[in-house]
C-alpha cells in the first residue's frame, strides 16, 4: 500500500509554468508505476501522463510537448513540470499510482490516488 500527497498547485496566468509534486510513502516507491490525471470543473477525469518504473514515459495530446513527467525514487517524489500553461489546464490535479503499471491513458483507474491539488489558469 501506497500513501500519496501531492503539493505545488496554484494559480498563473496564461503562458505561465507551475511544477507540481507528490510524495510518495508506505510501500516500495521504485516498485509502483505513476501518472497524473486531472479533473476540470464540471467534466471527467482525464489522463495527464505516466512514468513505468524505468523512467519510460507517456502523454496525453494535449499536453504533450507542454508538460514533463519525472519521478527522484531516492526522494520517492514525482513530478509534472508544467510550462505554456493554457485556461483549459485548469482543474484538480491528482498523482495516481499502480503496480500493474499503464500508459497516461490508464492513470484514471490507478489503484492508488491522492487527494488532489487544484490548478488554475486565467487568460
Known amino acids: 500500500q501506497v500513501q500519496l500527497v501531492e503539493s505545488g498547485g496554484g494559480s498563473v496566468q496564461a503562458g505561465g509554468s507551475l511544477r507540481l509534486s507528490c510524495t510518495a510513502s508506505?510501500?516500495?516507491?521504485?516498485?509502483?508505476?505513476m501518472g497524473w490525471f486531472r479533473q476540470p470543473p464540471g467534466k471527467e477525469r482525464e489522463g495527464v501522463a505516466a512514468?513505468?518504473?524505468?523512467?519510460?514515459?507517456t502523454y496525453a495530446d494535449s499536453v504533450k510537448g507542454r508538460f514533463t513527467i519525472s519521478r527522484d525514487n531516492a526522494k520517492n517524489t514525482l513530478y509534472l513540470q508544467m510550462n505554456r500553461l493554457k485556461p483549459e489546464d485548469t482543474a484538480m490535479y491528482y498523482c495516481?499510482?499502480?503496480?500493474?503499471?499503464?500508459?497516461?491513458?490508464?492513470?484514471?483507474?490507478?489503484?492508488?490516488r491522492g487527494q488532489g491539488t487544484q490548478v488554475t489558469v486565467s487568460s
Open positions: 508506505g510501500d516500495t516507491y521504485t516498485t509502483y508505476c
Open positions: 495516481a499510482a499502480d503496480q500493474d503499471g499503464g500508459t497516461w491513458f490508464d492513470v484514471t483507474d490507478f489503484h492508488y
Open positions: 512514468i513505468d518504473i524505468d523512467g519510460s514515459t
